[in-house]
């Protein structure tokens, strides 16, 4: 009898410990982008695409979303780059991505899918303070914990801050032309945010700067399996167990 509930409890076990898993999200910020776009490149829309909202700041943690008619689908008068953007002298500040299969040229080139972003005053002097940020803010809706893997690409010559941010707090920033990032063991609640920052530096001129982003969560969640596999043990080890005390009455 011993034996044979050794082997169920083992069974249950091993059968949960094959089963057990983790939930787990990807979110790649470029090809999310670029499949919205492609879906609804032309007319008013929503600034948001997945867990993504195209905004801007003109303080870092802060954030304004676009109004659904700053979206826009020939940036700069490139057709294949589409976004949202103030409509000013420099249409700017400005979040797009690259919808072609192809390199477009700007000053340097925006690879296929590379979001874009440049900061800009929110008047119609796209030059005049206050400037803002552009910001690309991602909003979690499972908690769980995060990573954030991707680079800034200066695709101007303008000098600009690049940052990544959690909840408002700075977890990585760089005025290099190139920079890569590679941030783990991030803890996020449900609504917590991950800000993707371009600041001016202080001119706005020639500030267009590319962005690769993908982040990734997971939980540890046990799936529905694994807990049917539990019950069906504990079933099977009460008969066991009944057997057994009828067993002992007779």
């Not at 919205?36 to 003109?58: K, M, R, V």
């Not at 043990?233 to 009460?238: E, F, K, Q, R, S």
């Amino acid at each position: 009898m011993r034996i044979l509930f050794g082997l169920v409890a083992c069974l249950v076990l091993s059968l949960a410990g094959s089963n057990a898993a983790f939930a787990a999200w990807v979110y790649d910020a470029n090809s999310e982008f670029k499949a919205f776009e492609l879906a609804n490149n032309s007319g008013s829309f929503a600034p948001s695409f997945s867990n993504f909202t195209a905004g801007y700041s003109q303080t870092l943690g802060s954030f304004t979303a676009f109004e659904a008619t700053q979206h826009t689908d020939n940036w700069f008068s490139k057709p294949e780059l589409q976004g949202w953007n103030f409509v000013n002298n420099f249409v700017v500040p400005a979040i797009a991505v690259n919808t072609s299969d192809s390199p477009v040229q700007l000053f340097n080139q925006v690879d296929p899918a590379q979001i874009v972003m440049h900061p800009g005053g929110t008047t119609s002097n796209a030059l005049a303070d206050p400037i803002s940020n552009a910001v690309l803010r991602f909003t979690t809706t499972n908690a769980g914990i995060y990573s954030v893997t991707g680079d800034w690409e200066a695709i101007d010559v303008g000098s600009t801050i690049k940052y990544v941010l959690v909840n408002g707090a700075t977890l990585f920033s760089s005025s290099s032309s190139t920079s890569a990032f590679n941030l783990s063991n991030i803890s996020l609640a449900n609504g917590d945010t991950i800000d993707f920052v371009v600041n001016s530096d202080g001119f706005i001129g020639s500030d267009t700067t590319g962005l690769r982003a993908i982040i990734t969560g997971m939980s540890a969640v046990p799936e529905p399996t694994t807990l049917a596999l539990f019950g069906l043990g504990g079933i099977g080890l009460a008969g066991i167990a009944k057997r057994r005390r009828t067993r002992k009455v007779a």
